[in-house]
């Protein structure tokens, strides 16, 4: 019983390494063919009902999506579902494997390097198991009964993150053995028959079992994979080596990390190498995202990577913003809505923005095609890459004021996750718009398609009605010339017949004709030789009188042609003397019409120019009117402004002079009250006041006297302007009366 055994486990490990080295080799030149991708789904989003089922059981399921970027190519994703107590059978790897732990809880095991590997798992979970390993999964019994859920990547290699070779990103073992016959697994393993008979008529199992009881016995996977490791030996080549890294292995849990940022509208982290060293060697990482209800992922691009999104938790919405300046059609903005179980993906290089609901939050987990650290760059909030340009290039850019760009940069405190109520719900109804937009275009080509199909319908009806019709005419035809052709040859039978009748009645009658034609042509040739004599002597005779009458008529005519030559002399000459008196004639009244034309003209131009001659004077004359006005107007204001400063400096001059006058005035009287204290009685000064007063009289009628004067020195100055005036007026009136007779006399000329 135990060499039997041993011989089965023998026999299991050597096929294995025989179909690893067939699948390391089919991967290579797959590689290098560039092998398509597996041939379901396509474009950015994939709906959770749109995945294929790859296993289905009690136990659980594995459904698969294969989502494009539509710039790089498409990639595989997975979606492994345990329920308690179930296994995933031993699968061999034939791409790396990076996967997330959404739900439950479980237990990983592989083949590490030189020895079997165990991790439990958790919610949160992050790890990567590389190409041509080994593994299964186990999903706990836990009191909740909740599923383990295991989200997962595959690539190629750390050069080809594309989906993996069309055999599918794993195969189990009992596939790979069982695809050989049995008298090729006989000879080998070199076993007996009855090994081989146990091993190919096991009974078939899914993918996906029952969980296998605990014990403390190595399980047959634990045998099978020491033996291996002691056939193959360390210095050989591992199918099951990866990396040399002998470190312990350590998984990466979301929820026991601080967030990358976190702030009230939600939190983000991203897991690169640095954080889990089992991601080097591969360009796979990781994110998560959680926004609270009714805030935003900010409009942001990933500059290094494509991101496939997998909604976790709620619903939200991914605005999606194609970079692309071409002319390329396929290429357009997006917006679509994603529910749980929902995957997207996001090019690198294209701006995106994801929303949440005002109802509920969003968790969504994805996969980035870089294991290293991720640089998004942000339009908007404190981390926007807009701020480290210069402004005034962005306004112009933006085609805005630099106010308004400082507005757009600074008003925004926070940054990466912003809150944005009704956000979502502003994209779900401009996504249903376009989508009924859409509708409705779909429908009017589905209509425009049927009617185009209904006239091609009838197009090729007609066609065919006029095929047939155009056949039957045919036929038609061909009976009508049959029966043509028919009556043709009796008509051309019975005409042949009277042919030939004719002709022999003919032959008889030309035979009767030509001896009666022999006869009469005899008697006409006796009766024709007598007319000839008879005809010779007329015309002997008619000639003869014709020859008499030639002579007559051309001597007749030779007269008549030298009156009519004489004639003709005279009336050419008359003609000539009449033609030679008209031409002279034509000639003396042409140079009449010419001397008379230039006299008109030499009359015209002496007219135009006596009339520019008026014109001009006039005009002159008009200058001069307007220069010497002004120069009167300019010499009265002058002669004014003259008087008035005469009268000025006069009236200042009698205003000095009272000054004066009372200065004196007051001396005197001062004077006088000198006296009047040192001498006594008043009798004296009664007599200078009275010559005071007299000479101050004398002096305010010579004022008087001045004024007057000046009053009548302008008087006869305004009487002497306005006198020169009308004689100005008067001259300029005559002047424009010898213009106006002038422009008479000519126009009377004219």
């Not at 836990?142 to 195969?171: C, H, M, W």
């Not at 003869?544 to 042609?561: D, F, S």
């Not at 004398?698 to 004067?709: L, N, S």
């Not at 000046?710 to 004689?727: F, I, V, Y």
């Amino acid at each position: 019983m135990s060499e039997n055994k041993y011989c089965r486990i023998l026999l299991k490990f050597l096929l294995l390494v025989l179909i690893s080295n067939v699948v390391i080799n089919v991967t290579a030149l797959r590689e290098n063919e560039g092998v398509p991708s597996w041939g379901w789904g396509s474009g950015p989003l994939v709906k959770r009902g749109e995945r294929k089922s790859v296993v289905t059981t009690e136990n659980g399921e594995v459904s698969s999506v294969r989502i494009a970027d539509g710039v790089t190519g498409s990639y595989h994703l997975q979606f492994i579902t345990l329920e308690p107590n179930s296994l995933f059978l031993p699968v061999l790897l034939h791409a790396d494997m990076v996967f997330y732990v959404h739900t439950g809880s479980g237990r990983l095991t592989w083949m590490g390097e030189d020895e079997l590997k165990s991790e439990d798992l958790r919610i949160g979970d992050v790890f990567r198991l590389p190409f041509g390993t080994i593994f299964f999964l186990e999903s706990n019994l836990e009191p909740a009964r909740q599923k383990l859920r295991v989200y997962s990547i595959f690539a190629n290699s750390g050069d080809d993150l594309r989906e993996p070779l069309s055999t599918g990103p794993y195969s189990s073992i009992r596939d790979i053995i069982l695809g050989f016959d049995r008298k090729v697994l006989q000879a080998a393993f070199n076993v007996p028959e009855s090994v081989i008979d146990e091993v190919l008529n096991g009974t078939e199992v899914p993918a996906i079992i029952h969980g296998v009881p605990k014990t403390s016995k190595k399980t047959l996977w634990e045998m099978e994979a020491q033996f291996m490791k002691s056939l193959l030996g360390r210095g050989s080549y591992g199918f099951f080596e990866t990396q040399s890294n002998k470190k312990k292995t350590k998984l990466f849990n979301v929820f026991n990390e601080k967030p990358d940022f976190q702030n009230c509208n939600g939190w983000s982290t991203v897991i690169t190498r640095k954080k889990l060293p089992a991601l080097k060697g591969s360009r796979i990482g990781i994110f998560v995202v959680n926004l609270t209800k009714g805030s935003m992922m900010g409009p942001h691009w990933n500059p290094m990577a494509t991101e496939i999104g997998i909604a976790l938790q709620g619903e939200g919405m991914v605005r999606l913003v194609c970079s692309n300046t071409g002319t390329d059609q396929q290429c357009k903005n997006m917006r679509f809505k994603v529910e749980e179980g929902d995957v997207f993906s996001i090019p690198r290089f294209h701006p995106m923005a994801q929303m949440a609901f005002n109802n509920n939050s969003f968790v969504f987990v994805g996969f980035s095609t870089t294991a290293k650290k991720h640089h998004p760059q942000y339009l908007a909030g404190k981390a926007s890459v807009l701020r480290t340009l210069d402004r005034q290039i962005l306004a112009a850019s933006l085609n805005v004021t630099n106010t308004t760009m400082d507005r757009i940069l600074e008003s925004q405190g926070e940054s990466v996750i912003l809150e944005c109520t009704s956000c979502a719900e502003e994209e779900a109804r401009l996504m249903e718009e376009e989508m009924r937009r859409e509708e409705e275009e779909a429908r009017r080509r589905e209509e425009e398609e049927e009617r185009k199909r209904e006239e091609e319908r009838r197009r090729k009806e007609e066609e065919a009605r006029k095929k047939e019709e155009e056949q039957a005419r045919k036929a038609e035809e061909e009976r009508r010339q049959r029966e043509e052709e028919e009556a043709r040859r009796k008509q051309e039978e019975e005409a042949r017949r009277r042919e030939e009748e004719e002709a022999r009645k003919q032959e008889e009658e030309a035979r009767r004709r030509q001896e009666e034609e022999e006869e009469a042509r005899r008697k006409e040739e006796e009766a024709a030789k007598r007319r000839e004599e008879q005809a010779q002597r007329e015309a002997e005779e008619a000639r003869r009188r014709e020859e008499e009458a030639a002579a007559r008529r051309q001597q007749e005519e030779e007269a008549a042609r030298r009156q009519e030559e004489e004639e003709r002399e005279r009336q050419a000459a008359e003609e000539a003397t009449r033609r030679q008196q008209e031409e002279e004639e034509a000639r003396r009244r042409q140079q009449e019409e010419e001397e008379t034309r230039k006299r008109q003209e030499e009359e015209a131009a002496r007219r135009q120019q006596e009339e520019e001659e008026a014109q001009r004077e006039a005009e002159e004359a008009r200058r001069s009117e307007e220069e010497a006005a002004r120069r009167r107007e300019e010499q009265a204001q002058r002669e004014a402004e003259e008087a008035r400063r005469r009268e000025e400096e006069a009236e200042a001059r009698r205003k000095e002079e009272e000054a004066a006058q009372r200065e004196e005035e007051q001396g005197r009287r001062r004077e006088r009250g000198e006296e009047e204290e040192e001498t006594e009685g008043g009798g004296g000064g009664g007599g200078r006041s009275e010559e005071e007063e007299a000479r101050e009289a004398e002096r305010r009628r010579q004022e008087e006297a001045e004024r007057q004067e000046a009053a009548a020195r302008r008087q006869e100055e305004m009487e002497r302007r306005h006198e020169q005036g009308r004689e100005e007026e008067e001259s300029r009136e005559e002047k424009q009366g010898t213009y106006e007779q002038r422009r008479r006399t000519f126009l009377t000329a004219a």
